[in-house]
């Protein structure tokens, strides 16, 4: 293994495959993967720094995750920590699951980036600071009482204090901007100056500004040699002693480029789409962290997709019904507070037996909670949040690129089994992105949609079902199969009013049934480790990345531990029960308080052990390993969980 | 539409359009005379049944798209606007019509009505209004007058009611009118000019619950004073009315009042009703004059042309996709910008 950025600090000897001398006598280390948070204010252009490192990273071949962390105001105040805006990024030369634990090297643009970012930072770690931005006010906004660069605080990183803000004036000094306007190129310096460290290319963000700034050339040109600037101060300067090389990874072939969750969710309902001959119609209201999907969508008016911004979520979803029974491909995003708002209509969808996408963006509830911050609270709304007995399919995309797949598979369910299917996304996937292997559109398999057409002399079924229980898709402009459908209780066949209780047991059962039946056709449940033993970890959703690290440090050191990641929330593979008895223990990380824990538990009869997060971040890995060995070595955990601090206070 | 289904079209008749679902509503129910009015429309245009689609949300008005027989949803509380939005925009080819009621479209679904009207869906809506809450037995309504009895409000219902025309006007509605459930002439005319608009119609149509509020509107619909307490209004026509026809509205700047005819007042002092007036001003005076103050204007207030939600966006759409030339892949929208290789040996390239 590669030695960490801290052990190669000025004062340690360096180790690490040396490949020779760079300029200025500065040595080249060659690391296995590394990961930096660029920190600064919310109006300092830390998400495009972030977002450009990441790009650039993936485009020279590492995999990348990533972990944009930014306040709910567009300005919150300036120089607080309350505003600061953070974009941490992992990259590797291997397959990189989480976007890291810690961070190795950070770019902190002000005290308060500082103050909550350096507990992050490992020690020996590379801090970056703009000790322009370090006066006596800013300390005081930062809540620091002394100077944290000169009081010890920083005494056990690698600090380099670069005058920023005085370089980028000095860098744009000719183009006759404001001060304000140079300001805001400070960014591009620093990422020159990272990209200088890590020996990353700058052409993939030369492209960018160009694209961006192109329509206002002094803008442009002023971003460029901001970039260029920092870069050149890596060169050049005597203080940073040495840089980074991460080879590219080793992945299947093919081609890739990077991805954000959201805009992979938005491609694959464009693909699913074009597979199933549907035009896409997309309602949607507004909401954090959602909106990037209907932002994305809005663009793409010349591949039919027809986008609806409702005045507000139940007009979203009632659209997305209307459109529907049209015989589109109906979705609606939001998160979970729209989501709320929509569920009687969700229940009209259900009644009406329609095919529907439902796509939840799931935020830190409840109320309006944190909506820039990840969680996922949100499954037992999915599940049982309706009126009546009103079963949806549940998926739930397990990474950024990962949103593609779950789209299309989504759709796929919706009309082969006639029923809304609910996506639950969170902010963690929507936001972050990693490298996607493009597909081939003609690689991807069809799905089948099917419209009735009239029978001579058969009167026509609104409610006849097949093998699956589904219902036909019968849709206006059909000559004969004229019909009414609503959210009155069917005929069971007819589809006409009825109020008969015997009718109405045989409705709800079959609509049961027939969501039910969804899992018949899922694939076989996967799971890595041994067959059967002493712990199961059981992950949905975003924990992916973080709980599939954990289980590879753990089969490191040799534990007795097996994964399986659930896809499909509802149903929930028929194959699971059956996997479950096989293993001891079965442990159920979750950024809630034990939601799939509470549906594995009632469902199979069996316990289960609850990890628990909400504070708005993935979990860290090192917290599921810890979570792990306390239940291997002693059966139970060591570590409180929120839910046993609950028990214990009403006890 | 093709020929076939010109010629079978114009077969239909008003029977044709019966669902064959046993009516449902209170025998003496204003709603028998408004779906016996809409069959006509119907059979009169020519609509096809596979054409037409009825959408309706929660309340007795709502169980409308039952008893015809073309496509339609029964939909959830109010939410008739917006479902019948989502279906117009993917299906414009689509005659889509939207019943709803004084609670279902005033109340709990005020505001999908309001977007629905800015937005000028092409749709035709229909309110009936019968000033209360008929299915759930009897409770005040947006449109109950104030002090009136009712169910939920046994002292006298304490807040002051909603003008359905003037919140359409208000909304930027580009047709709007009103007719009254046993106004059959009247009330088949207006459907058929609201059919016939292009754009979203909305029509409040008077109607006469007999169980919980019964003569709501006699003072309209009672032949011994409706002359007088009712205003025809007709494009290009003075606002004359009352039995002998000696009574008209003048306006005095924006202010309307009553004139007799005679003693130096002539037909030329009465205002001319104009409803493709650019400016929705004077619609909404008129929308404003309420019995016992004024007669009631009846027929169509507004028709104005304006640009569709449903045009307008399925022309976007059509634009997009032309100006390309050929339509773009998909496979090209997701190789645009950075990409990066990795050969089958596994060594990536930039």
């Known amino acids: 293994m590669e030695p960490p950025i801290s052990s190669t600090s000025n004062n340690s000897a360096a180790g690490g495959a040396e490949k020779g001398q760079g300029v200025m006598e500065k040595r080249v280390i060659e690391l296995e993967e590394a990961t930096v948070r660029f920190a600064g204010d919310s109006g300092d252009g830390m998400q495009l720094a972030g977002t450009q490192f990441t790009h650039t990273s993936a485009v020279a071949g590492n995999d990348v995750v990533t972990f944009p962390d930014f306040p709910a105001e567009i300005r919150a105040p300036r120089g607080t920590k309350a505003g600061v805006s953070g974009f941490q990024v992992h990259f590797g030369a291997k397959r990189v699951y989480t976007p890291g634990d810690k961070v190795d090297a950070l770019v902190a643009m002000n005290p308060a980036a500082l103050a909550t970012s350096l507990p992050d930072l490992v020690p020996g770690g590379l801090l970056i600071v703009d000790i322009d931005s370090f006066s006596q006010r800013d300390l005081e906004l930062a809540g620091y009482k002394s100077n ?91 203080v940073i002693h040495h840089r980074y090389v991460v080879p590219p990874v080793k992945l299947p072939p093919g081609t890739y480029r990077n991805i954000v969750g959201n805009q992979a969710l938005a491609w694959g309902l464009m693909a699913a789409s074009r597979l199933s001959g549907c035009d896409l119609f997309y309602a949607g209201y507004p909401i954090t962290p959602a909106s990037d999907i209907l932002h994305e969508l809005a663009l793409r008016r010349e591949f039919g997709v027809r986008v609806f911004q409702a005045e507000d979520e139940i007009a979203a979803v009632a659209a997305a019904i209307g459109a529907s029974f049209g015989g589109a491909m109906a979705v609606t995003a939001s998160s979970g507070p729209g989501i709320s708002l929509k569920l009687e209509g969700i229940g009209l969808a259900v009644m009406l037996e329609l095919p529907l996408l439902v796509i939840d963006v799931q935020r830190a509830g409840p109320s309006t909670g944190m909506p820039t911050k990840t969680e996922q609270a949100d499954l037992l709304q999915a599940m049982f949040g309706r009126h009546g007995e009103c079963p949806v399919a549940i998926l739930a995309p397990r990474s950024p690129a990962d949103c593609f797949d779950i789209a299309i598979e989504a759709w796929r369910i919706a009309v082969k089994h006639m029923t809304p299917v609910f996506i639950l996304s969170d902010a963690y996937v929507a936001n972050g992105s990693e490298p996607w292997r493009i597909p081939k559109m003609s690689s991807l398999p069809k799905i089948p949609v099917e419209h009735p057409q009239p029978v001579e002399g058969e009167p026509f079924l609104p409610y006849a079902r097949n093998e699956w229980l589904a219902r036909p898709w019968a ?48 694939p076989p449940q996967v799971v890595e480790g041994p067959k059967s033993g002493k712990l199961l970890i059981v992950s949905w959703g975003s924990t992916y990345g973080s709980v599939y690290s954990a289980v590879q440090e753990l089969w490191a050191t040799g534990q007795d531990v097996a994964f399986t990641h659930l896809r499909y929330l509802n149903p929930l593979p028929l194959d699971l029960e059956e996997i479950l008895s096989r293993y001891e223990h079965v442990m159920v990380p979750e950024l809630n308080l034990g939601q799939l824990a509470l549906l594995l538990q009632a469902k199979y009869l069996r316990p289960v052990h609850r990890v628990n997060k909400v504070k708005g971040r993935p979990f860290a890995v090192n917290e599921l390993v810890e979570a792990a060995l306390a239940i291997l070595e002693t059966g139970e955990k060591a570590s409180q969980t929120s839910e046993n601090v609950i028990v214990e206070y009403v006890k | 539409m093709s020929v076939d289904a010109l010629i079978e079209a114009a077969k239909l008749t008003p ?128 449109t109950t007058p104030l002090g009136h009895p009712t169910k939920s409000n046994p002292f006298g219902t304490l807040e002051h009611p909603v003008n359905a025309l003037s919140l359409a006007i208000g909304a930027e509605a580009t047709f709007v009118a009103r007719s009254i459930d046993v106004y059959q002439k009247h009330l088949g005319m207006v459907l058929e000019r609201a059919a016939a608009h292009k754009g979203t119609s909305f029509v409040e149509i008077y109607q006469n619950c007999v169980v919980f509020y019964d003569g709501a509107w006699e003072y309209a619909t009672d032949r011994q004073v409706k002359e007088d307490h009712v205003l025809e209004l007709e494009h290009g026509k003075p606002m004359l009315f009352g039995k002998n026809r000696n009574k008209g509205i003048r306006f005095r700047g924006c202010v309307p009042e009553i004139v007799e005819l005679g003693d130096g007042v002539t037909e030329a002092d009465i205002a001319v009703h104009d409803e493709k007036a650019a400016d929705p001003t004077v619609a909404y005076v008129l929308s404003r004059m309420r019995y016992p103050d004024f007669p009631e204007p009846i027929g169509v207030f507004r028709a104005v042309e304006h640009p569709t939600y449903d045009g307008l966006l399925n022309e976007q759409v059509a634009k997009a996709i032309a100006a390309r030339g050929e339509p773009r892949s998909l496979d090209d929208l997701f190789h645009e910008g950075d990409t990066w290789e990795v050969p089958e040996d596994g060594a990536p390239s930039r």
């Open chain 1, 148 to 238: 944290p660069l000169e009081d010890g605080t920083v005494a056990n990183y690698q600090l380099v204090t670069v005058e920023i803000t005085r370089l980028t004036r000095e860098a744009v000094k000719d183009l006759g901007l404001t001060t304000k306007e140079a300001d805001r190129c400070r960014n591009f310096f620093a990422m020159g100056l990272v990209y200088w460290i890590f020996d990353r290319p700058l052409e993939p963000t030369l492209r960018f500004i160009e694209a961006k700034f192109g329509k206002r050339p002094v803008i442009a040109e002023a971003n460029r040699r901001a970039l260029m600037a920092g870069y050149h101060y890596g060169e050049t300067t005597e």
């Open chain 1, 475 to 522: 849709i206006p402009g059909t000559p004969q199969l004229m019909h009414r459908i609503g959210g009155l209780e069917k005929q069971d066949g007819t589809g006409a009013v009825s109020y008969d209780g015997d009718n109405h047991q045989r409705m709800v059962e079959l609509r049961a049934k027939k969501v039910a039946l969804i899992a018949k056709d899922y």
């Open chain 2, 15 to 142: 029977n044709d359009y019966a669902s064959g679902q046993e009516v449902r509503w209170c025998p003496g129910c204003g709603d028998y005379a408004i779906l016996a009015q809409v069959k006509k429309t119907l059979a009169n245009l020519g609509l096809p049944r596979e054409k037409t689609v009825f959408i309706s949300g929660i309340g007795c008005s709502s169980r409308f798209p039952y008893y015809v027989n073309t496509y339609g949803i029964h939909g959830i509380h109010g939410r008739a606007p917006a479902i019948a939005t989502g279906l117009k925009s993917v299906r414009p080819d689509l005659h889509v019509w939207v019943i709803t009621g004084d609670g279902d479209g005033l109340s709990i679904g005020g505001n999908h009505l309001i977007h629905v009207l800015r937005r000028n869906v092409d749709l035709t809506i229909l309110l009936f209004n019968n000033r209360i809450y008929g299915l759930t037995k009897g409770q005040s309504s947006p």
